[in-house]
C-alpha cells in the first residue's frame, strides 16, 4: 500500500543553520504531497503542499519539489529560526482517496 | 477564521470506563477524521466519516467505534477504555473531492488511561 517514509529524529540544530528533512513515498500513480508542521501544544497545520511532479510547494521560508524520478519531496530551509522547532510531517493523498497518508514525523529543535 | 475544537485537552480515565471525545468544526466540511500520535509511530488514522451518519474504517479501528449525528460533530467512543489506548487523539476535517487538498485540525486531546 501507499507508504511515506521520513528520516528519523530528533535534528537539532543552531539557529541560522540550514534544514534539510528527507522524504521518499511509495504509491501508485501520482499522488499529491504535503508538509505539516505541528508546534508545541497544538494540532498540525498544512505548511506547504505539490500536486503534480516538478511542483514546488514554499511558506515561510521552507521549499520542497516533488521529484517523481526519485520518489522524493524533501524539505528545505536556508535559515532556521529558534520558532520553527516542531514536529514536521510528510504526507501524501492519493487522487483517489480522502485519506492522507502521514509519515512518522521529524522533530526539529533549533537552538539560539 | 477556521477552526476545529476537541472538548478537552487533558484527560484521565480507569480502564474500562466508556470514554467519548467530542470534536466541533465550523466550517461546514463534509470529511472529518480521528486519528492518534504516538511517538514513533506517527499519525494513525482511527475512523473517517464522509457524511452526517456515515464512516469508514481507517487503519486502526479496534477498540473505538465513532458518532456523527449532525455535520459539525464527530465523536470518538472508547467502548471500555484500555492502558493501551493511552495516547494523543486528533480530530481533523476537510471538504471532499480532488480540489481540496488541506486537512484542518484541532489541538489534540490527550488521554491517560490508568
Known amino acids: 500500500g501507499d507508504s511515506v517514509t521520513q528520516m528519523e529524529g530528533p535534528v537539532t540544530l543552531s539557529e541560522e543553520a540550514f534544514l534539510t528533512i528527507n522524504c521518499t513515498y511509495t504509491a501508485t500513480g501520482y499522488p499529491s504531497l504535503f508538509w505539516y508542521v505541528q508546534y508545541p501544544g497544538e494540532g498540525l497545520q498544512l505548511l506547504l503542499k505539490?500536486?503534480?511532479?516538478?511542483d514546488k510547494g514554499s511558506n515561510k521560508g521552507f521549499e520542497a519539489t516533488y521529484r517523481k524520478e526519485t520518489t522524493s519531496f524533501h524539505l528545505e530551509k536556508g535559515s532556521v529560526q529558534v520558532s520553527d522547532s516542531a514536529v514536521y510531517f510528510c504526507?501524501?493523498?492519493?487522487?483517489?482517496?480522502?485519506?492522507?497518508?502521514f509519515g512518522k514525523g521529524t522533530k526539529l529543535t533549533v537552538n539560539p | 477564521d477556521v477552526k476545529v475544537t476537541q472538548s478537552s485537552r487533558y484527560l484521565v480515565k480507569r480502564t474500562g470506563e466508556k470514554v467519548f471525545l467530542e470534536c466541533v468544526q465550523d466550517?461546514?466540511?463534509?470529511?472529518m477524521f480521528w486519528y492518534r500520535q504516538d511517538p514513533g509511530l506517527g499519525l494513525r488514522l482511527i475512523y473517517f466519516s464522509y457524511d452526517v451518519k456515515m464512516k469508514e474504517k481507517g487503519d486502526i479501528p479496534e477498540g473505538y467505534s465513532v458518532s456523527r449525528e449532525k455535520k459539525e460533530r464527530f465523536s470518538l467512543i472508547l467502548e471500555s477504555a484500555s492502558t493501551n489506548q493511552t495516547s494523543m487523539y486528533l480530530c481533523a476535517s476537510s471538504f471532499p473531492g480532488l480540489s481540496s487538498y488541506e486537512q484542518y485540525f484541532g489541538p489534540g486531546t490527550r488521554l491517560t488511561v490508568t
Open positions: 466550517m461546514d466540511h463534509e470529511n
Open positions: 505539490a500536486t503534480k511532479a516538478d
Open positions: 504526507a501524501l493523498r492519493w487522487g483517489g482517496s480522502e485519506k492522507l497518508v
